[in-house]
């Protein structure tokens, strides 16, 4: 038994709904269910009627319900606890970040933390965009760092959670340029030549950006997908061998544009065929009196003080 099936359920006895309480644990209906059924196999027992709407508790769902909440209260003590214990951790704060995000924009934006905010001590999770922020649902980190666009948000509650705006990330297709400097494979291309694309894996959070900006775009594209990964630096990669256009955050090509390894792959004056990003920073909000980590609210304080001040225009992140 997971100790996420007895949040999951606590949640379900709470909201009455599984898709409400789906949507507030991350999770897609389908594997919100699943791990209720898990739990339920676990007990033994039916804990939910689902003869009814809303949905009830059964009898020994009521049970379980009382107990959950003990159990769960007494896991947040105790971890509390355990961490009390090495006053070092006290002062670590605890980033999850999407693989993306931790390869390009982290490190400079943590060295221009060291310049105005003043030294912190990190530790750095970085997992796929679905399991980090996993990890702040599940209170696993302090802060999550992520990419976000209105077609593809994350549906945290905002009673629960809070954000700041670190800036903008612009996401365009790229290619290795020829012996002349121009690109090896340029956008459009044409309906009988196909230009070799590599493209993220289905599911990928960029993947999903990418979709939609080939779906707006108003002028028909021609791409033969000859690579995935969910890894932007594995495009990346592949593009610095001129294996065809990948779409990259330019946090992640500008050194590369820099040196001229890597060039757009279409026009400079056409801008459709990119997405302009946020890339935003969570928090759980404190609640009673569990206050979080000092060094962490100090922290918290000075993004949201940086974004509240008045400032230019956002320029792109990293």
């Not at 390894?261 to 400079?268: D, F, G, I, N």
């Amino acid at each position: 038994m997971e100790t996420k099936w007895l949040e999951d359920f606590v949640s379900l006895a709470e909201t009455r709904s599984f898709s409400r309480s789906a949507t507030l644990r991350h999770v897609t209906q389908p594997a919100f269910s699943r791990r209720i059924q898990a739990l339920e196999a676990w007990a033994g027992t039916d804990l939910v009627d689902r003869s009814s709407y809303p949905t009830r508790l059964t009898p020994a769902g009521e049970t379980l319900y009382s107990q959950a909440l003990e159990m769960l209260q007494a896991l947040q003590s105790t971890r509390a606890m355990l961490r009390g214990h090495t006053q070092a951790g006290k002062d670590v704060i605890e980033f999850a970040v999407p693989h993306t995000l931790a390869f390009t924009f982290f490190p400079a934006w943590v060295s221009s933390l060291r310049e105005k905010f003043g030294p912190i001590k990190s530790r750095l999770i970085a997992l796929n965009v679905h399991d980090a922020v996993l990890h702040l649902v599940e209170g696993s980190c302090d802060l999550l760092i992520a990419y976000h666009h209105s077609s593809q948000p994350f549906q945290l509650d905002t009673e629960r959670y809070e954000m700041v705006s670190l800036g903008q990330e612009v996401l365009a297709p790229y290619v290795k340029p020829d012996a002349d400097g121009e690109p090896l494979f340029r956008l459009p291309g044409k309906a009988g030549h196909p230009l070799p694309y590599l493209g993220y894996a289905p599911g990928a959070y960029l993947g999903r950006v990418v979709d939609l900006i080939l779906k707006q775009s108003t002028t028909a594209i021609h791409l033969d997908r000859v690579y995935e990964t969910d890894m932007a630096e594995g495009l990346k990669a592949m593009a610095l061998e001129g294996h065809g256009i990948a779409f990259l955050p330019y946090s992640a090509v500008k050194k590369e544009l820099r040196a001229k390894k890597l060039v757009p792959a279409l026009p400079a004056s056409d801008s459709g065929l990119q997405m302009t990003m946020d890339v935003r920073v969570y928090r759980e909000k404190p609640v009673g009196k569990e206050a979080p980590k000092g060094t962490a609210q100090a922290l918290w304080a000075y993004l949201q003080a940086q974004n509240s001040a008045p400032t230019t225009p956002a320029a792109k992140a990293g």
